[in-house]
């Protein structure tokens, strides 16, 4: 992935805006017509090939989230009509404690999960060896990530039983993290954190084979190892690593759904609930699609302000 | 090469990095291992209390027919083929189109288009959940496999085609070119060019989506009521409630669950790999 072919840099602004002109430098520098036969034949072929992929994308996802926003002014119980409440379901969110217990649910989720990258680091780096069968115990560090939810819910609700468990086991005594409201919340993102750590470090691993070898050796030359080298030569280096790291774990807090549901079904007394749970039980449960949607657009808006911060530096990076 | 090779260390050092290694691999899997050691378990052995022991007779077999044939686990796995299978060719299809047509052609609204794309990978799916359920229902495919399938394949052909524009944008585009100067059409260009040279990038996408689907448990409960079109995420999921002390069970389940991921990857992992960090090593 790190030899760019340099046929991929494009002219800069303007030029896009051409209809039909196709993208690379014309060799004899002659000018183009405007719209020529192939020009629009070619027009024609893009549209064909794009069609099938947006109209899914537009009726499954576009339209989806657009009525999502509409919906959350509405009540409605899915079976009758829907009736237009304004600002309603908001300001009924904003009352409800068990959306604060959501929203600060959420945000430990985000602080907690974003270990993962470093664990990840700290388990690539110390993996980052060629020893007879490496590969092999790599795969076996990278295999939680591959789990369902489900499956590692289920794993660590074993794991967690006070009665047989193998955290009553090394405890000693048996200790009822996902029946606790104190503990449940950081006991399932300790669940999630296995897959998502395993995750962080096969991308760390894929960084750390990037790594410009004459600027290390240049520092090592210069008296700099350990924490200074990592500190200052590799870590910079793995910057567009680090950002890819962030950008999923937080995605991935912000999606947190199986676990929750497997483990504790948003429980005790919906202590470990997030925005993400909290919607589809109301959705689910209780019929207030409405109210559920707004709870939704909710969620949208903290990831939205996340995928503004990330296209702009996508797109930035194209140009 | 950081951190220093161990080559490069001292004898003692390096001999205790080699023994260190299994240790922290077993620690690591030990949820794992559990699971997998408590499959082989009796559940008489179980309710004696014998669940770290080493297992004093393996019913490795009765457990694991019993999960097949006392509950609709192998109806369960079924289904999940029948909605992972189709939801992988027909996303890798549709996004291998439109990939090359963002990556190939020039026209208004490319940019918007393929900034769809990607944001739409960045929505919350619970956003979708509402609509795309009372969507399903209307179209009455609401506990079907095939309501299942269209929303997968949807969502994840946003992901793939934004994988695949990336990936054919790599290509010298001189190919497409001289391909047209000899003659050929559009499609033959996307069909007998561009396609056989994007062959990797569909390798790591497919084992990539068929692990995002296969593991899938929040559209299997939103879009699925009961046995009919429930994957296997959901059979096992409802294992833990139908039998609470039936471990053994559960974790005969589990393995089954995870078994065609974990296979998957172990089976094409290089390919794996390649696909999941793209992207991760250029910004």
Known sequence: MTHRVDMTSEPPGGGSERAGAPRATNPHGRPRRRVSPTARRQRRAACLFLAPACIMVAIYVVWPTLSTIRLSFYSWDGMSDANFIGLANYIELFHAPTFYTALKNNVIWLALFLLAPPMGLAIALYLNQAVAGMRIVKSLFFAPFVLSGVVVGLIYSWFYDPTFGLLA???????????????????????ALWPQTAYCMILYLTGLTTLNSEQIEAARMEGAKGW????HVILPQLRPTT???VVVTVIGALRSFDLISVMTGGGPFESSTVLAYYMYDQAIKYYRLGYSAAIAVVLFAIMLLYIVYHLRRLLSSEH | MFPTPIDKWKPAPRRLYKLSLPVALIIWLLPMIAVLMTSVRSSEELSEGNYWGWPKHFALVDNYREALTTSPMLHYFWNSVLITVPS????????????????????????ALFATFVAGNFVPIQVLMIPVRDLTLKLGLYNTVGGLILFHLSFQTGFCALFLRNFIKQLPYELVEAARIEGANEWTVFFRIILPLIRPALAALAILVFTFVWNDYFWALCLTQGDDAAPITVGVAALKGQWTTAWN?????????ALPSVAMFFAMQKHFVAGLTFGATKG
């Open chain 2, 249 to 257: 069970l559960v974790s005969a389940g589990s393995i089954l669950a």
């Open chain 2, 88 to 111: 992988v060719v027909c996303a890798i299809a549709l996004a291998a189109m439109a990939g090359f047509a963002l990556a190939i052609y020039r026209f208004p609204g490319n940019s």
């Open chain 1, 169 to 191: 086991l090394i405890a000693g005594h048996g200790i009822p993290v996902l029946g606790d409201p104190r503990y449940a919340t950081p006991g399932i993102i300790f669940a």
């Open chain 1, 228 to 231: 200074t080298l990592l500190w």
């Open chain 1, 243 to 245: 950002f890819m790291a």
